[in-house]
């Protein structure tokens, strides 16, 4: 098992960069794959980032912005977000799956409690 938690969430404006952490228990983190969901408001979950046996994977919406990146030393990813828009306003969650490597939040099977990002306009 593993266990979650992340931080890093605030309130920025558009345009700006924040970097979310999670830190997760457990010897057996590095043989996780390890992503990033985001919800915002009467919308279902969605799959933002993950780092898959070495290789990444981003949401279109996401990508070019948004870097994930993991330290097996620390038990530690991280999602760096860059150039911050308002429709990036959500809570995130840092999620963690045994292969194989899906983008539906619903195969993932830990979680930690979520962060929220706000982005002003």
């Known amino acids: 098992q593993v266990q979650l938690v992340e931080s890093g969430g605030g309130l920025v404006q558009a345009g700006g960069s924040l970097r979310l952490s999670c830190a997760a228990s457990?010897?057996?983190?590095?043989?996780?794959?390890m992503g990033w969901f985001r919800q915002a408001p009467g919308k279902e979950r969605e799959f933002v980032a993950a780092?898959?046996?070495?290789?990444?994977a981003y949401a279109d919406s996401v990508k070019g912005r948004f870097t994930i990146s993991r330290d097996n030393a620390k038990n530690t990813v991280y999602l760096q977000m860059n150039s911050l828009k308002p429709e990036d306003t959500a809570v995130y969650y840092c999620?963690?799956?045994?292969?194989?490597?899906?983008?539906?939040?619903?195969?993932?099977?830990?979680w930690g409690q979520g962060t929220q990002v706000t982005v002003s306009s």
């Open positions: 457990g010897r057996t983190f590095s043989t996780y794959l």
């Open positions: 999620a963690a799956r045994s292969s194989p490597y899906s983008r539906d939040y619903r195969r993932w099977n830990y």
């Open positions: 780092w898959n046996g070495g290789n990444t």
